[in-house]
């Protein structure tokens, strides 16, 4: 928990929560949700505020990230994310297939969109750069999932909410782990209108030559621009997008270090 952090980690708490509204909002919006009480949430908007990592509009009376905030995520873009490495292969890719692109990692259980390169004629979905989402009912969730080791699997699948958003949304922990071993069988990962209608993916991990899991890359679609058999198809062009954003990682600031994680068929 935050509080566990002290003044630093309750400001980044309030900080994510503002941002998370994805638009400029009220103190007591924040107040709703927040789970600290009025005087110490005012005190930390504040702090945040003063600090310029918040900016508050005296005639609206609401908050948003402010400059600062906005100079450091993208200093962080540049320094640390593999959106950096991978944007030029994302755009090869989506020109190739005449498809959306994305390009996810792991945050906490969820997955977190690093990058996405819209089709010729983009198709209205829930993914954008920045944003969250499950990862059990996902194409990059689940191929990041099936190339993590056991222990970091459990810790990852123990942390899903199992909400079907969909018919064919995977609600157990059983039948996921199901759907990892049959994507570690064949190398890529499916989303079959799991997560929004109509809307399908085939999905590949980012590994490191130690199979270490760095992200996902995935091609989407939709089911009336075509099926799974199509998408499959590009199985080749999306696992060989994926290796050369993982060679281009290697020769950057991605050191092949930590815990060693599951191959994928062929690799």
């Not at 689940?142 to 995977?170: E, N, V, W, Y």
Request: aromatic letters at 6%; one cysteine or more.
């Amino acid at each position: 928990m935050a509080g566990n952090d002290g003044t630093v980690g309750k400001a980044l708490e309030v900080l994510d929560q503002v941002a998370g509204f994805g638009r400029p909002v009220r103190f007591s919006e924040v107040l709703t949700d927040s789970a600290f009480p009025k005087p110490t949430l005012y005190r930390l908007l504040q702090t945040l505020v003063s600090q310029n990592m918040l900016s508050y509009d005296h005639d609206r009376q609401t908050y948003a990230p402010g400059a600062r905030l906005v100079r450091l995520a993208h200093a962080a873009w540049a320094q640390s994310s593999l959106a950096q490495v991978a944007s030029p292969h994302l755009v090869a890719l989506s020109a190739v297939t005449h498809e959306t692109v994305h390009l996810a990692q792991l945050d906490h259980g969820q997955v977190l969109y690093l990058d996405k390169r819209n089709a010729a004629h983009p198709v209205e979905m829930f993914s954008q750069a920045g944003k969250v989402g499950p990862a059990y009912c996902t194409g990059v969730g689940k191929a990041m999932l099936a190339c993590l080791d056991a222990a970091q699997a459990d810790a990852i699948i123990a942390q899903q909410s199992f909400h079907r958003f969909q018919p064919g949304t995977l609600t157990t922990p059983t039948a996921l782990r199901r759907e990892l071993q049959a994507i570690r069988a064949r190398g890529y990962a499916f989303d079959r209108e799991e997560h929004e209608p109509g809307i399908i993916c085939i999905a590949a991990p980012v590994l490191t030559g130690s199979g270490r899991v760095l992200g996902a890359v995935s091609v989407t679609s939709t089911t009336a621009r075509t099926d799974l058999a199509g998408l499959e198809a590009l199985a080749p062009q999306v696992r060989e997008t994926a290796q050369a954003i993982a060679r281009d990682a290697a020769k950057w600031s991605f050191p092949d270090t930590g815990t060693r994680s599951l191959k994928l068929a062929g690799e």
